[in-house]
């Protein structure tokens, strides 16, 4: 541990302290701050900047700069000097102020004599608050020991700010975690939903910053690094030897914990004064800082390593365990950075709503959410920082909005909305046990997607004919290792089970791209949407899907069985997929055991070349189902996950449109069954256009089966394929505003 001097920073940080602990309002402590900080470092001015929205930093306290300027002077991030050190999150240090570039002279600040500039990020945990600047008239540098000290100086500010002890009048003062807070996300599962915060990952709330004591915080932070060592060294004595993701993730998690730099880096903010827990989040900060610039994804992969082994020696220090003895609370909006699968099944239905700072529409988080029908918004920046425990928060997953501590009016117009909702759901209701039969007499068989045995009750319930999707692949993504095949054939049997007489139609495990199983090791790949995975993954590696076809057929027991194979691209694959499962089942009856009923083997057309292949593969496949998640994407080259480019093209292009009646159109040809798969055979006007573009089957969640049924009843099909057909003569690029018009005009 360096011991080289009374640093300037210990002087400084122990005067501010004992200013801290002054009585007095949250101005008058800035104030007393930067006419503090000017006087230990001898400079003329002082200030200190705050956000007062997300793109506007304020001067809110000054030293040398003219007093008149307080809560006047405003600039964008990235505006100027201060902007810039806002916007790049790291010192700016230049002894020619005016003639840096971003420089912008504010008149009214005076600050016109000052050559020299210095200012800091004043941040928490890779966010930013503000700017803590100090300028002198004489021309020069500041010492690597002077930014250091502010550095130091302005991870305390960060820290009190974040504790309300800066409240005052105007957004720049404002009380933390008090006021209404607006995010826009992206929606992974659709729905509404009101509860109260229930932070999966509670903060670790620091209370001593500074210390006297340099030594005893030495001792106090290397006892804590050696628990944690030999944590980790007890984990990895413990981890599955075939679990390489685990131990790879542990071997980087022993080297962070014994890295000599990380270790200097903490003992130095121990020498400039911050307490064991003050220098681990200064680290951590600096480290989420970095994280944010780094555009490979496996390091910032492994600064995340860094990030939660941090947090695992702050929660040693302070004595904070993951239970923090908060209550969940009768109505839980879950919060968190990011959850595994695994974790979010602990949780169950009990949710009301999951917000993710992180995420993604086809996470593992977004699939057990779907299959839980729990509104799930990814995306949510700021809402780990934002959010604490009980505060009221509102979820639209229709729009993708978060309305954290929302005012009584934005309340009033939710209430609103769930009444619509709830009247509309019982008007739903009404229509379980009545058929999708559209006015022209067209009967539509609606059916409902699922992945897990807790989606299984809705099948009465939703009015659903039958499961048009069962997902095998969350019972791989749950576990830390391969399940067993008499465990999932056991599981296949429950399925079956609980559908009673309904259909259910499994798909075989669909692994890759965005569903990495724990136990198998990422393939890196540029682009995993379109790399191994699925159907190719099972061919490549037959050994799991010849094990799962057999617990398939096994958990059939003499029931009627139906299985399709995940984005086959061309007829070959589908071939040798088929001649897999009729080997498995020749092999099932030379053991004597018993066989399916019936078998039923199909294909999911997720790719744009499947609808092109030859004759044959319509002929050989008892029914084809369109996979339109993937299939839109592919079909537009617009990824899926991202928000970009994924909503700018519409499901009711006539391109896509005219892509949906031609592979209707080859299937009705050769006498194949054809349905529709995804999220948007569950959203009306499409499940609408699908059923006059020929389709006869959709597949959809439970929730979205009423409405669709509700739409499909009061409509003739003959009339809306006029009004498409029309649209597509006129040369429109979308037919849903021809579709929305003429509805507007049905009973």
Not at 191 to 198: D, E, F, L, N, T
Not at 296 to 301: C, M, N, P, S, V
Not at 475 to 487: A, C, D, G, H, M
Request: net charge negative.
């Amino acid at each position: 541990m360096p011991d080289t001097m009374e640093t300037e920073s210990r002087k400084l940080l122990r005067r501010l302290q004992a200013t801290l602990a002054e009585a007095g309002a949250g101005q008058e402590r800035l104030d007393r701050i930067t006419h503090l900080i000017a006087d230990s470092m001898r400079t003329e001015v002082c200030s200190i900047y705050l956000f007062r929205d997300a793109d506007t930093l304020e001067l809110c306290a000054t030293e040398g700069l003219n007093p008149e300027a307080v809560h006047q002077t405003r600039m964008r991030i990235g505006e100027g000097l201060v902007g810039r050190v806002a916007r790049k999150n790291r010192p700016l240090n230049t002894a020619d102020a005016p003639g840096t570039e971003g420089f912008r002279y504010m008149p009214e600040t005076g600050e016109e004599v000052f050559s020299s500039f210095l200012g800091v990020p004043v941040q928490r945990l890779g966010e930013t608050l503000g700017v803590l600047v100090v300028q002198s008239r004489a021309q020069r540098e500041y010492s690597t020991d002077e930014v250091y000290a502010l550095e130091v100086v302005a991870m305390v500010l960060a820290e009190m700010k974040e504790l309300g002890a800066f409240t005052g009048e105007g957004a720049a003062l404002a009380a933390p975690h008090q006021n209404a807070f607006m995010i826009k996300g992206g929606v992974a599962q659709e729905g509404i939903a009101q509860g109260h915060v229930y932070l999966h990952e509670p903060r670790v709330v620091i209370t001593n910053l500074v210390s006297d004591d340099p030594e005893a915080e030495l001792a106090r932070l290397r006892e804590a690094v050696d628990q944690l060592r030999v944590s980790v060294d007890e984990m990895l004595d413990t981890a599955s030897t075939q679990d390489t993701e685990q131990l790879q993730i542990l071997e980087a998690y022993r080297m962070f914990a014994n890295s000599r730099g990380w270790m200097r880096r903490m003992e130095e903010s121990l020498v400039s004064g911050l307490s064991a827990e003050a220098a681990v989040e200064k680290e951590q900060s600096a480290a989420r800082t970095r994280m944010e610039q780094v555009p490979d994804a496996y390091l910032r992969e492994r600064l995340h390593d860094l990030d939660d082994l941090s947090n695992r020696l702050l929660r040693l220090l302070t004595g904070q365990g993951s239970e923090t003895g908060a209550e969940i609370p009768v109505d839980p909006i879950l919060v968190a950075r990011n959850i595994g699968p695994g974790e979010l099944l602990d949780y169950g239905r009990a949710l009301k709503g999951i917000i993710l700072e992180e995420g993604s529409v086809g996470s593992h988080a977004a699939i057990v959410a779907r299959a839980l029908a729990i509104p799930l918004i990814v995306n949510a920046k700021r809402i780990t920082t934002e959010a604490l425990n009980g505060d009221l928060v509102l979820i639209d997953g229709e729009q993708g909005i978060v309305h954290l501590r929302p005012d009584e009016t934005v309340q009033a117009a939710f209430r609103d909305k769930s009444a619509m909702q709830a009247k509309a759901q019982e008007r739903y209701a009404s229509l379980r046990d009545k058929p999708a039969v559209t006015q022209c007499g067209t009967e539509i068989s609606l059916n409902m997607n699922a992945g897990l045995m807790a989606d299984l009750p809705s099948l009465p319930t939703s009015g659903a004919e039958g499961v048009g999707l069962f997902r095998t692949e969350l019972q791989f993504l749950t576990r830390p290792k391969v399940p067993k095949r008499s465990e999932l054939a056991q599981h296949y049997a429950r399925v079956l089970d609980a559908a009673g007489e309904k259909r259910v139609v499994f798909r075989t495990l669909d692994i890759g791209s965005d569903k990495v199983l724990p136990y198998m090791k990422p393939q890196d790949e540029p682009n995993p949407a379109l790399g191994w995975r699925a159907i190719r993954v099972g061919l490549d590696k037959p050994g799991v899907m010849r094990m799962q076809l057999q617990a398939l057929i096994r958990g059939a027991n003499g029931r009627p069985l139906t299985l399709m194979f995940p984005f086959v691209a061309q007829l070959e694959e589908f071939t040798r997929a088929r001649d897999y499962l009729m080997r498995e089942l020749d092999r099932e009856a030379s053991l004597g055991r018993v066989l399916p009923e019936k078998v039923e083997v199909g294909a999911m057309l997720e790719t744009p070349s499947l609808a092109f292949s030859p004759n044959s593969f319509f002929e050989m496949a008892d029914f084809i189902s369109i996979g339109g998640n993937d299939l839109k994407q592919f079909f537009f080259a617009a990824d899926r996950e991202n928000e970009r480019v994924r909503r700018r093209y519409d499901t009711l292009n006539v391109s896509f449109l005219s892509l949906i009646e031609l592979i209707v159109s080859r299937c009705r040809d050769v006498g194949t069954p054809v349905s529709f798969c995804g999220e948007d055979a569950g959203r009306p006007i499409e499940a609408l256009c699908f059923s006059a573009m020929g389709l006869r089957s959709l597949s959809m969640r439970p929730a979205s089966i009423g409405p669709v049924k509700h739409l499909l009843r009061r409509c003739d099909l003959r009339e809306a394929r006029a009004v498409i057909t029309e649209a597509r003569a006129s040369g429109a690029m979308t037919v849903r505003p021809a579709v929305m018009e003429w509805l507007r005009h049905q009973n």
